[in-house]
């Protein structure tokens, strides 16, 4: 590991001015940034340990929605009370995803800006790679390596995944991210917070430099107790999503009012799936809707040798968290 510069900012002005440094990557619970040191992935100048921050509560706000501070760590999001009665597909998402010792160190700020899992990115005798090394090619694309990699959302720049479970759910509950920067705050809605790849894979969020994203809210709409996450992976811990959805419903009177859908383990962002949440909306849950729906949600889908399994699998996964959803299960 290069060696590198270390503080900890007592208070959020001075987290900020220490973030406005070129070289300066902020760190909370490390579970994702350590690694990427250790690999010569990530070689920052100087970490800013933001750990002694207030951002820890969850609370309920006066207009009904919940507050989160990004320092929450994941497992005492995943076992809050009021996530797991209002907002389910939430602390499902976090208890799919990682160990119990790493959800204990993991943090909301630091799962939003979780790096890919691309084995291309994360080995630096790799030359060719857009996302590390802007401009150097991709190894990837013509990899024999792809079975985990995106098939809704790539270029020809870059097919790395988003590898997050909790981000999909967020997703899916119209989630908004609190950010902080020398320019003071904004809200951005998490379906809008990470970015495609297109031509420049390592711009990754809109954060910009010395921005801090604070907090998520989750609003009070009716999309969040009738929810479901539903995730398949290659043994039953510790592994990455090679699909995951996550579903929510409100259903009036038998129909569907109105509907999110968002998928994981397949795209290069948590993938909101607007096509497949208009096919549902007016009409009366059913298996051959949602088969529909699945459909609808991976017809951009752009297969490499070796991941074509994504597109079914994706399909029959969103149509298991449907069903749940929508209690046909």
């Known amino acids: 590991m290069i060696p590198f510069g270390y503080t900890r900012p007592a208070d959020e002005a001075a987290a900020l001015h220490a973030g406005a440094t070129s070289g300066v990557a902020f760190i909370a619970g490390g ?10 992935v990530e070689t920052p100048a100087t970490l800013v340990d933001l750990n002694a921050l207030p951002w820890t509560k969850i609370e309920k706000t006066a207009e009904g929605s ?22 389910p597909v939430l602390a499902e998402a976090l208890l799919a995803g990682a160990s119990p010792q790493l959800r204990n160190m993991a943090t909301v700020g630091g799962n939003l800006l979780q790096r890919t899992r691309c084995a291309y990115f994360r080995d630096i005798g790799v030359s060719a790679c857009n996302k590390r090394t802007p401009g150097s090619g991709c190894a990837a694309l013509n990899g024999d ?29 119209d989630a908004v991210v609190h950010v902080r920067g020398p320019r003071g705050d904004r809200a951005v809605p998490v379906g809008e917070f990470h970015v495609v790849p297109g031509a420049h894979p390592e711009v990754e969020s809109v954060l910009s430099r010395g921005e801090l994203v604070t907090g998520i809210t989750l609003p009070p709409a009716p999309f969040g107790a009738r929810s479901a996450y539903v995730k398949v992976r ?42 497949a949440e208009q096919s549902l ?15 609808a949600a991976l017809k951009d ?4 040798p070796g991941n074509e399994f994504k597109v079914p699998l994706a399909q ?14």
């Open 31 to 40: 579970t994702g940034m350590v690694d990427l040191m250790r690999l010569g």
């Open 234 to 275: 290659d043994r039953a811990s510790y592994a990455f999503a090679l699909a995951s959805a996550a579903a929510s419903l409100h259903l009036d009177n038998g129909f569907v009012r109105d509907v999110r859908v968002a998928l994981g383990g397949v795209a290069t962002k948590p993938w909101r799936s607007q096509e």
């Open 145 to 173: 390596f792809v079975r985990m990699h995106a098939i809704l959302g790539g270029s020809e720049h870059c097919i790395a995944l988003h590898p997050s479970d909790m981000c999909v759910a967020l997703v899916a509950l």
């Open 66 to 87: 919940l507050s989160i501070g990004a320092l929450v760590k994941n497992s005492d999001l995943a076992w809050h009370p009021e996530v797991r009665s209002r907002y």
């Open 301 to 304: 889908a752009r297969t490499r």
């Open 316 to 329: 029959r996964v969103l149509v298991r968290a449907l069903e749940r959803a929508g209690g046909i299960a």
């Open 281 to 295: 909306r007016g009409q009366r849950p059913s298996h051959a809707l949602f088969e529909r729906a699945a459909a």
